[in-house]
């Protein structure tokens, strides 16, 4: 975690080479020689893996741009070749939709394993924060690449989406205008969505730089939530953290492979395969699956500008966490109480996820909006006065004693 | 060369504070155009120019769609039963009260000329459906009646009215 790089390339060139540029210090220091808690379980796996998906998604990105082409008459059109005309087209765009969704699987996974073991507390708030960060960049990448392909879905989720500003007072109209670049989504709009979905991968990408450099700087949580005090609680990166990583990605790899080429459509949704058509509305319009809570939480608001202040919120609440939760307890693992509420926590975000594509009826929206109060009373209510009430039970003395006393 | 800490303001304060005003106010100028190119460009707007629309071919209680600035406008040839409808309603009782009479143009209460957007989040509604005889949107199920204003759902308008005039008894301008 600190100190000098113990790396020594006994090679004479690579001698000469680090003395000017020493990456080779930096690699290994970061991911070679780098101490990592020996408690790591599973769950600690899917940073790796999104860093894995990232690198996915840019790679199949970048071939698919090289044959699609951003403008309203042609790209819908320019898709479809994709997928019939180009070599290997239909696995490279198959690859890229469905990589978006297993890259949100990844990191929702991700970010409940924070939560339950509190990762984000003291000394990693910024590193919860850049999190925070990247997570928003993906959802904006994930929702102007989905407007791209130009069919039904994408037209009128580009519409729905750009009119979430229209609720802000005053000046809502002039700025959907501003974004559309025309009176009504357009050729503008698609050109300008190509540019920035291009872009905002390389600005994830930097982002996941500093979100890496935070960890390497507070060290990795764990599951006891307390910071490794000893060489006994201690393993080196490579091979312990490596190998687990690579093992995890092989699983999550078989569960992409198997969506990619059993099910590449079933993620999806079938009116997005009929050109985009401005005059007409499809009958029922719900998002990708992984804006589906947040779309609940929209819809559960009888008022536009409430209900588009309630979508915001509930992920920007998202960056005050590290001060809502005020146990100082970090691990889900020696707290009773908190368990409860994070399952529940978690029952109700994948109740929202299915409560939203179903029609704002009757009964649903009495759970929307039940699951919504729910939903910001665990970080309003819960988390803040767990803190104080909760009775946690005692901590181990240090890492290596919880391993050994779990084995005896 | 040593530096002195004064508490005074000095001549090189000036020239620092004047400087770092002059930078700021060239980067925010610099920002101008960077943020006007994404507004409509100008054959946009010349496309947006206005429409003459003829009346005529609009049977009793049909509803056309037409295009204007890239957004659809209903047109409303409205029946005497649909204009009572629209008249009869307590004004006072809509979530935007509007009486029938500010949404058509005086002396031509037949014709009813919306844009077709949802107030809500920009669907289409569709037309003669729901319980106002209007429209409904399919997205989130707001309802609007005969004289495009919302009745039901979460919509927080009624539908917009597009700047037109009556040419003659049988043409418009819209725009």
């Not at chain 1, 078989?254 to 079933?266: D, R, T």
């Not at chain 2, 090189?12 to 930078?23: C, M, N, P, Q």
């Not at chain 2, 429409?51 to 204007?68: H, N």
Request: proline fraction near 7%.
């Amino acid at each position: 975690m600190s100190g000098p790089s113990t790396y020594q390339p006994t090679n004479r060139a690579m001698q000469w080479f680090e003395k000017r540029l020493p990456i080779g210090g930096l690699i290994h220091s970061s991911f070679v020689a780098y101490p990592t808690p020996r408690n790591l379980n599973y769950w600690w796996t899917f940073g790796g893996i999104l860093s894995f998906m990232l690198g996915v998604q840019i790679i199949t990105g970048i071939v698919l741009a090289m044959h699609y082409t951003p403008h309203v008459d042609v790209a819908f059109k320019s898709v479809e070749m994709i997928m019939r005309d180009v070599n290997y087209g239909w696995l490279l765009r198959y690859l890229h939709a469905n990589g978006a969704a297993m890259f949100f699987l990844a990191v929702y996974i991700h970010m409940f394993r924070g939560v339950y073991y509190g990762s984000y507390k003291e000394p990693r708030e910024v590193l919860w924060i850049l999190g925070v960060i990247i997570y928003l960049l993906m959802m904006a990448t994930g929702f102007m690449g989905y407007v791209l392909v130009w069919g039904q879905m994408s037209f009128w989720a580009a519409t729905v989406i750009t009119n979430l500003f229209s609720a802000i007072p005053g000046v809502g109209d002039t700025i959907v205008t501003w974004l559309w670049g025309g009176y009504a989504v357009g050729n503008p709009t698609l050109n300008r969505f190509y540019s920035l979905h291009y872009l905002l991968p390389f600005v994830i990408a930097g982002v996941v730089v500093l979100h890496v450099w935070a960890l390497h700087v507070a060290g990795q949580n764990n599951p006891t939530g307390i910071d490794p005090k000893s060489d006994k609680d201690i393993v080196p990166f490579t091979p312990y953290a490596t190998m687990k990583d690579a093992f995890g990605m092989s699983c999550f790899l078989i569960l992409f492979a198997w969506f990619v080429f059993y099910i590449p459509n079933y993620l999806g949704h079938a009116d997005n395969y009929i050109p985009a058509n401005p005059a007409v509305t499809p009958p029922e319009i719900v998002p990708e699956w992984y804006y589906l809570p947040f779309y609940a939480i929209l819809r559960s608001i009888p008022n536009k500008l409430l209900g588009v202040c309630a979508l915001f919120g509930s992920i920007g609440i998202l960056a005050f966490l590290p001060w809502l939760d005020t146990s100082r307890v970090k691990s889900g693992r020696y707290r009773p109480l908190f368990r409860q509420f994070f399952w529940l926590f978690v029952v109700a975000c994948v109740g929202l996820g299915w409560l939203g594509t179903k029609q704002p009826e009757g009964i649903y929206v009495i759970l929307a909006r039940i699951l919504t109060f729910y939903y910001f009373a665990f970080f309003l209510i819960v988390l803040p006065l767990l803190g104080i009430f909760e009775k946690t039970k005692p901590l181990p003395n240090s890492i290596s004693e919880s391993v050994l006393d779990a084995k005896a | 060369m040593t530096t002195v800490s004064s508490a005074e303001h000095s001549r090189r304060d000036f020239l620092y504070i004047a400087t770092g005003a002059v930078g700021a106010v060239g980067a925010a100028a610099a920002l101008v155009p960077l943020i006007a190119q994404m507004n409509p460009d100008a054959s946009t707007i010349a496309a947006g120019a206005p429409v003459e629309i003829d009346l005529a071919p609009i049977a009793d209680g049909q509803i056309v769609k037409v295009f204007w600035r890239s957004k659809p406008i209903f047109i409303f040839h409205r029946t005497k039963k649909e204009i009572e409808e629209a008249q009869k309603v307590d004004v006072a009782s809509l979530p935007d009260p509007e009486p029938d009479s500010e949404r058509v143009k005086q002396g031509h209460d037949q014709w009813l000329v919306v844009i077709g957007i949802c107030t809500h989040l920009g669907c289409i509604p569709l037309a003669h459906q729901g319980e106002y005889d209007g429209w409904f949107c399919p997205c989130h199920g707001s309802q609007y009646d005969t004289a495009g204003r919302i009745r039901k759902g979460p919509a927080p308008k009624n539908l917009f009215l597009p700047p037109y005039a009556f040419l003659s008894d049988t043409k418009i301008r819209i725009g």
